[in-house]
């Protein structure tokens, strides 16, 4: 991989800041300087494509979408297209050794779970676990729709993992869907043994509104003081909803606006409220505090309107103290995991990234 650096803007008053807060707090002013004035976050690219380079088969499916008016469709059949759209380019999910559904106890009812057992694994003991949290906005996206990764990701870590059918927005708005990730989080973290996993290596992971679910949960999980967490994976996380054409990257202001509508669509079926816009489970950029998060890899896409969120996030975990590594993907566009017979290289790239992290990351 390449290496480029990410530029940050806020030395001064964030510095000025954080030593109040720490103040305030009664910390160690000295390790809060440290964390303040460390060196830039260095973002890595991946291998293959140039930057500046779309993808080929990403140009055909843009060009393809350049004309098209966005009309809102009803949610239910925005699902179904969904689930046809990864039938069709997603893929095969990988064989792993085993596959149970399990429900289990909610803030507001049963939450139905699925657990992956890898392949290759028997006679290792307990393994690491890996609560996912599926993408589509908050309103679309299954259990079922994600196997593709689940799976890939399952065996590339040699961990189990367990993929989470939280509520999903209109029906269930804000914040249904970080309340159930938390509590199936939770879950896992005292019941693991009953299904092989270890329940002090635990790590969470989603994309795009699963990523937001994943870095919510790791702010509870830190605010309430357990479970305690060593690993997440954030890939193209959506993190914030300041989605305004004005704030896109020069180099990504020609993409079709169908994209930024149907982003702001899901965004208004999911936040019911201006001020659910600004909550730190919501958009967990906004938190007030980033430190004593666990240590995280953030996979962002160059060609996504999510991409320099998703980096700025990185590099606030990075000022606040946490282990941080950051990768872009060039010429990829958002959603490329799910759109594996389409990007097979890439995505085999990501996924093989991901299961190295956690696995160094589990046997710490």
């Given at each position: 991989?390449?290496?480029r650096f ?6 001064g008053p964030?510095?000025?800041s954080?030593?109040l807060?720490?103040a305030?707090?009664?910390?160690d002013?000295?390790s809060?300087?440290k964390r303040?004035?460390r060196p ?11 930057g500046g380079?779309l993808?080929p ?16 469709p009803?949610?239910?059949l925005a699902r ?5 759209t990864i039938?069709?380019?997603?893929g095969?999910?990988e064989a792993v050794a ?5 429900t289990?106890?909610?803030p507001?009812?049963d939450i139905?779970?699925?657990?992956y ?5 028997s ?5 690491g676990v890996?609560?996912?949290f599926h993408?589509g906005?908050?309103?679309?996206g299954s259990?079922?729709m994600?196997?593709i ?6 065996n590339a870590?040699?961990?189990?993992v367990v993929s ?12 249904a ?8 989080t939770?879950w ?14 635990v790590?969470?992971a ?7 679910l994943?870095a919510?949960?790791?702010?509870m999980a830190?605010?309430?003081g357990?479970p305690a ?7 193209y996380?959506?993190?914030?909803f300041d989605l ?5 990257p ?18 208004d079926?999911?936040l ?6 600004t ?12 430190a004593?998060?666990p ?6 896409a ?7 969120q998703?980096?700025?996030y ?7 103290g946490?282990d ?13 995991l799910s759109?594996?017979?389409?990007f097979p290289?890439?995505a085999?790239?990501s996924?093989?990234?991901?299961g190295r992290?956690l ?5 710490r």
């Amino acid at each position: 991989m390449t290496k480029r650096f990410l530029k940050l803007r806020f030395a001064g008053p964030r510095l000025v800041s954080a030593l109040l807060l720490a103040a305030a707090v009664g910390c160690d002013a000295s390790s809060v300087v440290k964390r303040a004035t460390r060196p830039p976050l260095v973002v890595q690219t991946s291998d293959g494509l140039a930057g500046g380079t779309l993808h080929p088969t990403a140009v055909a499916m843009l060009e393809q979408e350049r004309g098209r008016i966005w009309n809102p469709p009803p949610v239910a059949l925005a699902r179904v297209g969904m689930a046809l759209t990864i039938q069709q380019v997603g893929g095969a999910a990988e064989a792993v050794a085993r596959i149970d559904d399990r429900t289990i106890p909610g803030p507001a009812g049963d939450i139905p779970i699925r657990i992956y057992t890898p392949a290759g694994v028997s006679g290792q003991g307990a393994l690491g676990v890996v609560v996912f949290f599926h993408g589509g906005g908050w309103a679309l996206g299954s259990v079922a729709m994600y196997e593709i990764l689940t799976t890939a990701l399952a065996n590339a870590a040699g961990a189990i993992v367990v993929s989470v059918e939280y509520r999903l927005a209109p029906e269930h708005p804000f914040p249904a869907a970080p309340d159930d990730a938390y509590a199936a989080t939770a879950w896992v973290a005292q019941n693991a043994g009953s299904f092989g996993g270890d329940p002090t290596r635990v790590a969470v992971a989603g994309d795009s509104a699963g990523g937001n679910l994943a870095a919510a949960v790791t702010l509870m999980a830190r605010d309430r003081g357990r479970p305690a967490l060593v690993y997440q994976v954030l890939i193209y996380p959506a993190v914030t909803f300041d989605l305004s054409v004005e704030e896109l990257p020069v180099d990504l202001a020609d993409l079709p606006p169908y994209y930024q509508q149907m982003g702001e669509w899901l965004r208004d079926l999911y936040l019911t409220s201006e001020d659910d816009r600004t909550h730190p489970l919501a958009a967990p950029l906004l938190a007030e505090s980033h430190a004593g998060l666990p240590p995280a890899l953030v996979i962002t896409a160059e060609y996504d309107v999510l991409r320099d969120q998703g980096e700025r996030y990185a590099a606030r975990l990075h000022d606040a103290g946490v282990d941080v590594a950051a990768t872009r993907y060039n010429g990829m566009v958002h959603g490329f995991l799910s759109l594996m017979a389409l990007f097979p290289d890439d995505a085999r790239q990501s996924i093989d990234e991901m299961g190295r992290a956690l696995r160094e990351a589990f046997s710490r």
